[in-house]
């Protein structure tokens, strides 16, 4: 999440940045959300100040002074009982909108939201060439009767499919060499829940911004979690860790649920695994920039995806 307070100490770069996001405007309403917070917050300190004052004066005072002194407390808590729920309210819609204000775009990254849009940075090494039409993984796995997109579709819709055979312990084979690779980096193998409550997936920035790509329980108000690093990121959250333990990381394999809704139907055929490792340390960074590798060439995403 945007730091409002730098936003509002040089809010030109912020601006400039998320124009190129398409939302030109953002930093203007948050400004604006902003400062109706700050001017409630003063409102409300003051009357609570004065609330206060006014209360201990009147143990010590008496007649029509003690009177007066009532009176004017009653007038305070009137007006505190009606700003009170406004300043939760604006602090409500700030922290909402600075929720769905997406992270600052790396000035490297080109615009653009297609993969036409996307730059070349290098190339390594070359691409292999066949003397026969290769078959893609999907061709490949019901071939040999280990991928069967057909029956998992009937069963469970699109983008489901069963593992069968040979390609099961392959799974777990891969699967295993990444966590002997992360145990080996010193990271702490875990298996975390997948369902998580609602302050998780914001506290991850999972929501609000990809809701719609996200299973929600609605008898239980709980999220199924699209990557391990929801609920690993979660693992520490309101705690305070002690500087000498840190770094504290952690890799997390778990089955992973996402709608996808905006994906292709090219995307679809490479996204067979239903489960995959993560890694997250106890401590991260976070980048506004992302890069992509197909065969043998590195690409930079458009600001756009």
């Not at 600075?98 to 490297?108: G, R, Y």
């Not at 691409?127 to 009937?154: K, S, T, Y």
């Not at 840190?246 to 996402?258: E, Q």
């Not at 695994?273 to 993560?278: Q, T």
């Amino acid at each position: 999440m945007l730091d409002i307070k730098l936003i509002r100490e040089d809010p030109e770069p912020f601006r400039t940045a998320l124009a190129r996001r398409g939302l030109a405007e953002r930093v203007d309403e948050l400004l604006v959300a902003d400062e109706r917070r700050r001017e409630l917050t003063q409102r409300v300190e003051a009357l609570r100040a004065e609330q206060n004052r006014a209360s201990k004066a009147i143990g010590r005072a008496s007649g029509d002074e003690k009177q007066a002194l009532i009176a004017e407390v009653a007038k305070v808590s009137t007006e505190l009982k009606d700003l009170e729920p406004a300043l939760a309210e604006a602090e409500t819609a700030l922290t909402l909108l600075l929720a769905s204000t997406p992270n600052l775009p790396h000035p490297s990254a080109p615009d653009g939201f297609t993969d036409e849009d996307a730059v070349e940075v290098r190339r390594l090494g070359d691409p292999p060439r066949f003397d026969f039409e290769p078959r893609d993984h999907a061709e490949l796995g019901a071939a040999l009767g280990v991928l069967d997109v057909e029956r998992g579709a009937r069963t469970s819709g699109s983008r489901f499919v069963y593992l069968l055979g040979d390609l099961v312990f392959v799974q777990f084979a891969l699967m295993r060499n990444a966590m002997d690779v992360l145990v080996e980096k010193g990271f702490t193998p875990s298996i975390p829940p997948v369902l998580v409550r609602e302050e998780t997936m914001f506290a991850s920035a999972f929501l609000p911004t990809d809701e719609v790509n996200i299973y929600r329980t609605d008898a239980d108000q709980l999220y199924l979690v699209g990557t391990s690093e929801v609920s690993l990121a979660a693992l520490h959250m309101e705690e305070i860790l002690d500087e000498e333990a840190l770094p504290l990381r952690y890799a997390g394999y778990s089955t992973c649920f996402r709608r996808e809704g905006s994906a292709s139907t090219s995307s679809t055929r490479s996204r067979c695994s239903p489960s995959r490792p993560r890694s997250r340390a106890g401590t991260s960074t976070s980048s506004s920039s992302r890069s992509r590798k197909r065969s043998s060439v590195v690409w930079t995403s458009p600001t756009g995806s």
